[in-house]
């Protein structure tokens, strides 16, 4: 593959990352001033930019017109922008745009188990502790006015599953004055029909402190593969704030998502060679829904930061996936399988933080607590079986007429606490953070065997777990635009309900499965004006323990599917980025805008047969380069994105008598082998009319303009090749009234 497109960003990174002797004519930026200090309270807040500036730790914000001008149409176009995250194309039962499949350095990727993913600090997935994955991604993008994520210097007061940063969704603030906006995004490409992104924004707020805001954004229509044909979401939510003082604010909101697609499955090489796009799984689809209802209050003043939230989240998430087995005469035996799940959780959260003056040196104590209590009711029924010779069903028949029967049937619970405390001491030009973090979960788990549920073994469980989680934050303010930090913190993840259930070939409860602790360490440098900036950070993870969804061993009649500990793993690289306003330096260039990420990362086993290997479905080397101009009413956008090949070898083995293969040669049915890399362009034109026009912007462009064929994918129980996006235009309107 060709991947000029990383070394161009790589070396525009590294140029804006030296030392500042190219901007002579740009006034040196003063020392930093830390006098008159003022409590900070919450981490995240709204991604304000000095708040990122400031952060003693990687961070990267992605704004609303930047999303606007990438033509980003769902969370993965949003998150392809940001050094260190890695996305995966829509594959197996993640296989639509209602599941969110991201990685950060080099973690597993497949449903995004390993970063703590919030929607205005609540928790994205359905039970945070019991069920970590984005199955269900319930996020409009058209609602959102940034994506902040925190890759470093965080995990001391967000989790659980935080190895991988945190990742927050910001909703659209309330505004000040009265009014709204609508915008429409229309995108399609040779293959498959139009696909519709709407979203309206309307709200204001009263002299007497009291706002109101809603939000809307819909997704509708087909994709680009066979059986993409029937996407549905809808993301609503309804905000209200009342300050009723200059320091005191309650703030509620109501959100509710639904979304729906077609999961077109994984192709044979074979079939992916004859039609890339076309579908082998007429039956296998995606729903979900949920509910959540947020109440918080906040006092903050120059001294003092006092909050308290609490949320109810009620979860359905549901699929149908068809599983296909080889019988011994050369037919297949086909059943349908429905998977309805239903979770519920409800949290509060009380943090309080102080300044102190001891001295020459502020500390801002900071203490929070948070409980969660979380149910799920996870159940499998199935269809009836057909034998065929046919080793896929066809789209014009209809064998599955049959009532479901219930045939799996299991309940879970989690009672967790979360303690922290920490100490952000300022003293001269140095900002030092100790902290420590306490999680105490207690998790249940039981089947329920009847006439038609089968359960063999035991039929319930529990488990205590406990872990102090120490972390120290460091940062030294050159000046206002540089700042240096480093940072220390442990991570750490429960078991999972069903790894909690997991049983092994004798059906006991699986031995080996543990909870995840891992430890990260990071040194890097932010620069900032308003002429150009850059960001270096270099990161290292130890796993003592990584746990992985693996398949069966081949030639192995006693290993199965499920969840193992791959025992210590690395994950270590370099990531970087960088932006500069040309037409600070030559007035000739006046509106032309670059920047660039570049990310090295290198994750690979220290146990079993592969060791010293790379960890599947992650790239090696990723990066973006853009080009943006404005000139009058006109913006131009031209960029590109590359990764690197990734690897799906298979199944580890530890036993060193049955060492298993590393699997670099494509197989025949599609899930194994090398992924090779590729390079993407996209460019777009837009214009904006102006007041007088109600800010009506136009924009139209072209994703993928070469029209690159690649592909990734899956291992799982809709394995097989999944084809990447075509050539695709879109056109885009919007307007303030």
Partial sequence: MSFRPALLAVAIVGALTAHPVLAEDVPTPPPAELEGVKVVGNWLGEAATNAVQNHPGARTVVRREELREAGAINLRDALRRIPGVQVQESNGTGGSDVSLNVGVRGLTSRLSPRSTILLDGVPLAVVPYGQPQVSMAPVGLGNLQAVDVVRGGGSVRYGPQNVGGIINFVTRDIPETFGGSTGVQFQGSEKGGIRTNSNLFLGGTTQNGLGVALLYNGVHGPGFREHEDNESIDDVMLKAKYAFSSEDTLSASIHHYDGQAGMPGGLTQADY?????????????????????????????????????????????????????????????????????????????????????????????????????????????????????????????????????????????????????????????????????????????????????????????????????????????????????????????????????????????????????????????????????????????????????????????????????????????????????????????????????????????????????????????????????????????????????????????????????????????????????????????????????????LGVGVKNLTDKRYFTRSTDNNDGIYVGQPRTYFVQASVDF
Avoid: C
């Fill in 273 to 697: 060679d004859a039609d890339p796009f076309q579908s082998r799984r007429p039956f296998d689809d995606f729903h979900g829904r949920r509910t959540d209802y947020v109440l918080k209050y906040s006092h903050v003043d120059d001294r003092r930061s006092f909050e308290v939230q609490t949320y109810y989240t009620d979860s359905f998430r549901g699929s149908h996936i068809e599983t296909i087995t080889a019988n011994p005469n050369g037919t297949w035996t086909h059943q349908l399988n429905a998977y309805p799940r239903n979770y519920h959780t409800f949290a509060i959260e009380p943090r309080y933080s102080q300044l102190f003056d001891w001295g020459q040196v502020t500390h801002e104590i900071g203490v929070g607590y948070r409980y969660t209590n979380e149910a799920m009711h996870e159940q499998t029924l199935r269809n009836n079986k057909y034998n065929s010779r046919l080793w896929y069903t066809p789209y014009d028949s209809n064998p599955y007429d049959g009532p479901y029967v219930l045939s799996g049937n299991n309940t879970g619970s989690n009672e967790a606490h979360a303690l922290y405390i920490d100490d952000t001491i300022n003293a001269g030009n140095w900002t030092i953070t100790p902290g420590i973090r306490y999680e105490r979960i207690r998790s249940q788990w039981e089947a329920h065997p009847s006439s038609t549920v089968v359960v063999k073994g035991p039929t319930q469980r529990r488990e205590d777990y406990s872990k102090p989680l120490p972390s120290l934050n460091v940062i030294y303010h050159v000046s206002d635009a540089l700042k240096l930090y480093a940072n220390a913190e442990t991570s750490f993840g429960a078991l999972q309900y069903f790894q909690i259930g997991q049983k092994d070939s004798t059906n006991q409860f699986a031995s080996g499965l543990k909870p995840e602790t891992a430890r990260t360490y990071e040194i890097g440098s932010r620069y900032d004006t308003k002429a150009w900036g850059g960001e270096v950070s270099v990161f290292r993870i130890n796993f003592d323990h990584e746990l992985q969804l693996v398949g069966k061993l081949p030639n192995q009649p006693d290993s199965h599917d499920g969840w193992t500990s791959l025992g210590a793993t690395t994950h270590k690289g370099v990531e970087t980025a960088g932006h500069v306003d040309l037409g600070a330096f030559n007035d000739a260039l006046d509106g032309l805008t670059l920047w660039g990420t570049a990310t090295y990362t290198h994750a690979f086993y220290k146990h079993g047969s592969f060791t010293g290997r790379d960890l599947p479905f992650y790239s090696r080397r990723t990066a973006n380069l853009g080009l943006r101009y404005g000139i009058a009413q006109w913006t131009f956008n031209l960029d590109a994105f590359a990764q690197s090949k990734q690897h799906s070898p298979g199944s580890p083995s530890f036993d060193p008598t049955r060492p298993s293969v590393y699997q670099t040669v494509p197989t025949p049915d599609g899930d194994l082998g090398d992924i090779p890399g590729w390079t993407t362009w996209n460019a777009r034109a837009e214009y904006a009319f102006g007041p007088s026009f109600s800010n009506l912007r």
